[in-house]
T-cell receptor
Framework: ETGVTQSPTHLIKTRGQQVTLRCSSQ?????VSWYQQALGQGPQFIFQ???????GRGNFPPRFSGLQFPNYSSELNVNALELDDSALYLC??????????????FGEGSWLTVV | GEDVEQSLFLSVREGDSSVINCTYT??????LYWYKQEPGAGLQLLTY?????DMKQDQRLTVLLNKKDKHLSLRIADTQTGDSAIYFC????????????FGTGTRLTVIP
């Protein structure tokens, strides 16, 4: 139990739709990172939010966007869904943006299927 | 950019040792990590090693780091059926958000 909760756990969307995934970080953590894990692949970094500001972004198009709220929970939004967006989306929280890996905690993920 | 490589599959008999290997490219990585992912589940941090160490032991797990060759390995002693999972090696990006770069994962199958 990492204290990082994600919702929904599973969802199915149609190509072209929009989706919002949510993450509650562990208590006291001000940094949230999002990762996409396609089937058979390792997780890939999408972006990180630190104190409500984007603090780094991986190689993902602008239709992937995020928010972090004053309580440090976070949302990942994906617009104009494509079939290749089908993946497990993982949220990770940490004490701050420079936390070492031993203090980065992952949620169980949200499984998104785009049909 | 960073590149982390692992072999895709490993099968071992229950009770034997498993060795999962990983090569990475970013020599400035401060920490290197091993994660475990069971079917349909999220990531569980198994262990990590600081870059100035050669070896770290934690119960049945032994991590070896060869910085010169940029090679990391995870040895699981007395492998059990519950160890069957996908194992990811990861390094941290030191230049920005301290995000993690993961390998493609090694699927470990333990044969009873």
């Amino acid at each position: 139990e990492t204290g990082v909760t994600q919702s929904p756990t599973h969802l199915i969307k149609t190509r072209g739709q929009q989706v919002t995934l949510r993450c509650s970080s562990q208590s006291g953590h001000n940094t949230v990172s999002w990762y996409q894990q396609a089937l058979g692949q390792g997780p890939q970094f999408i972006f990180q939010y630190y104190r409500e500001e984007e603090n780094g972004r991986g190689n993902f198009p602008p239709r992937f966007s995020g928010l972090q709220f004053p309580n440090y929970s976070s949302e990942l939004n994906v617009n104009a869904l494509e079939l290749d967006d089908s993946a497990l989306y993982l949220c990770a929280s940490s004490l701050d943006s420079r936390s070492a890996g031993n203090t980065i905690y992952f949620g169980e993920g949200s499984w998104l299927t785009v049909v | 950019g960073e590149d982390v490589e692992q072999s895709l599959f490993l099968s071992v008999r229950e009770g034997d040792s498993s060795v999962i290997n990983c090569t990475y490219t970013d020599s400035s990585s401060t920490y290197l990590y091993w994660y475990k992912q069971e079917p349909g589940a999220g990531l569980q941090l198994l262990t990590y090693i600081f870059s100035n160490m050669d070896m770290k032991q934690d119960q049945r797990l032994t991590v070896l780091l060869n910085k010169k060759d940029k090679h990391l390995s995870l040895r699981i002693a007395d492998t059990q059926t519950g160890d069957s999972a996908i194992y990811f090696c990861a390094e941290a990006d030191q230049t920005g958000a301290n995000n993690l770069f993961f390998g493609t994962g090694t699927r470990l199958t333990v044969i009873p």
